[in-house]
C-alpha cells in the first residue's frame, strides 16, 4: 500500500517536530487533539476530540494509512478498534506497559535490566510493607506523571502515609533514590523489517523533575554497549517499530534504568540538527516501511529546553551556532515552550 497520509494522537510539539521531518518525504498528516491551537496545527489537519473519543479516533483511522501518537497518556483501552482498522506503530502493548511504572520496571527486571527497587503501594497494608524499604526514596503515582509531576520525595517510612496522601491515595511505585553520577538516555530506531540503528548517547541535566539540558553525543564504549544491548531487548520484546527512548541513571559503569518513553524524545532533540538523519525523520521513516536513515552525530550538541517564554529571537541567534525551534505555545510558567541547540565541531 502506498502511504499518503500519517495521524497523529495528539498535537504537541513532538508532533509538530514529526510532521516537519515528515513532509518533505511526500506526506500529509492529520493530528487528533483536544485543542485547535495545537503546536502541530499548522502542519495539517487538527481533529478535535478528547482521546478517548470512539467516534473521532476511527475518524482518524479511516482517513489515514498508519497512526503514531506524540504522548503517552493516549487511553490504552481506547484503541482496541482502531488498530484492528489501521496500522499502528510503536505497538500499542509497548504503549500500555510504559503507562504503567510497575508493569514497566517489571517488565525491566523480566529483560535482565536494573532498576531501582521498588514496591507498589496501593493500600495501607502496602504502606505497612514500606516498613523496611531502603530509604531515601520518591513515592511515584504509577499513571500520569510526567516533567517530575505526581511525584513526592521522602526521607523515611514515616512521611510515606503523606505523601500517599498528598498523591490522592492512588496506585504509586515507591522507588528507591538512586545515588547516581548523572543521567544518560538512549534513543534508537527499529523498522518493520527488524533493523535497529542507535543514536548516540545523550547526556542530561534534570531540574525539579523537568529535561533542561542535553549534550551529546556522550561517547563511553561501555555505557554505549550496556545500553544498546537493553534497548535491543525491549524493541525486540514489543516487536516495536518506530523511536523508543530510554532514559538511566548512570553509577561508574553501570547503568539503571529509570523509564521509557514509546516515542521521539525531549533528549534526542539534538538529533535534528546534530545527526545526518533525526529522531522525527527516522520515527517516520520506521513507520511507514521506508529505509532508516544513518543516526551517527555530524557535530557536538548541546541542546537547552525554554521553559516558560521564548528568549529573544534576535538576541538568540547572535550566536551563530544557534538553531531556535519555537514550538508555537502560549506562554506559561514552567511549560516546555521550545528549545534551542547549540552546535560545534567533534
Ligand atoms: P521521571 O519522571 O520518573 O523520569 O523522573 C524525573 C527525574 O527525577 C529523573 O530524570 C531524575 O532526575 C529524578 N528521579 C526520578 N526517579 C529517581 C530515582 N529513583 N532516584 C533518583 N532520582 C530520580
Not at 500519517?6 to 513532538?14: A, E, F, H, S
Not at 517489571?106 to 502496602?126: A, C, V
Not at 523515611?156 to 511505585?173: D, F, Q
Request: net charge negative.
Amino acid at each position: 500500500m502506498t502511504i499518503k497520509t500519517v495521524g497523529i494522537i495528539g498535537g504537541g510539539q513532538l508532533a509538530r517536530m514529526l510532521a516537519l521531518a515528515g513532509i518533505p518525504l511526500g506526506y500529509k498528516f492529520i493530528f487528533l487533539d483536544t485543542y485547535a491551537e495545537c503546536p502541530a496545527g499548522d502542519l495539517g489537519e487538527v481533529i478535535l476530540a478528547q482521546y478517548d473519543d470512539q467516534e473521532k479516533l476511527i475518524e482518524l483511522a479511516n482517513r489515514c494509512d498508519v497512526l503514531t501518537f506524540d504522548f503517552e497518556n493516549v487511553p490504552a483501552s481506547a484503541l482496541n478498534e482502531i488498530v484492528k482498522q489501521v496500522s499502528f506503530h510503536p505497538s500499542a502493548e509497548a504503549l500500555k506497559t510504559a503507562q504503567d511504572r510497575l508493569s514497566e520496571k517489571t517488565l525491566f527486571q523480566e529483560l535482565g535490566i536494573s532498576t531501582p527497587e521498588f514496591l507498589n503501594i496501593e493500600s495501607n497494608d502496602d504502606i505497612e510493607k514500606a516498613k523496611d524499604f531502603p530509604f531515601p526514596a520518591i513515592l511515584k503515582t504509577r499513571r500520569f506523571g510526567y516533567d517530575g509531576k505526581g511525584q513526592v520525595r521522602i526521607s523515611s517510612s514515616t512521611e510515606l502515609i503523606e505523601a500517599w496522601n498528598e498523591l490522592g491515595n492512588t496506585a504509586c511505585l515507591l522507588e528507591g533514590f538512586v545515588k547516581f553520577d548523572f543521567e544518560v538516555s538512549q534513543v534508537a530506531v527499529r523498522d518493520v523489517k527488524g533493523n535497529i540503528e542507535f543514536y548516540p548517547l545523550t547526556e542530561n541535566r534534570h531540574e525539579n523533575g523537568i529535561l533542561i539540558e542535553s549534550n551529546a553525543p556522550y561517547v563511553n564504549s561501555v555505557l554505549e554497549s550496556l545500553a544498546q544491548t537493553f534497548t535491543k531487548n525491549l524493541l525486540e520484546h514489543f516487536d516495536y517499530v518506530g523511536v523508543l527512548a530510554i532514559e538511566f541513571f548512570v553509577n561508574g559503569n553501570s547503568l539503571i534504568i529509570n523509564e521509557m518513553a514509546p516515542r521521539v524524545h525531549n533528549s534526542g532533540h539534538w538529533t535534528i540538527e546534530g545527526t545526518l538523519s533525526s529522531q522525527f525523520e527516522n520515527h517516520i521513516r520506521a513507520i511507514t516501511g521506508l529505509p532508516l536513515g544513518d543516526t551517527f552525530a555530524i557535530c557536538k550538541a548541546k541542546m537547552i529546553n525554554c521553559l516558560g517564554e521564548m528568549p529573544n529571537r534576535e538576541e538568540s541567534l547572535k550566536d551563530a551556532s544557534a538553531h531556535y525551534h519555537d514550538y508555537a505555545k502560549e506562554p506559561r510558567p514552567g511549560r516546555k515552550v521550545g528549545h534551542i541547540t547549540y552546535l560545534s565541531k567533534l
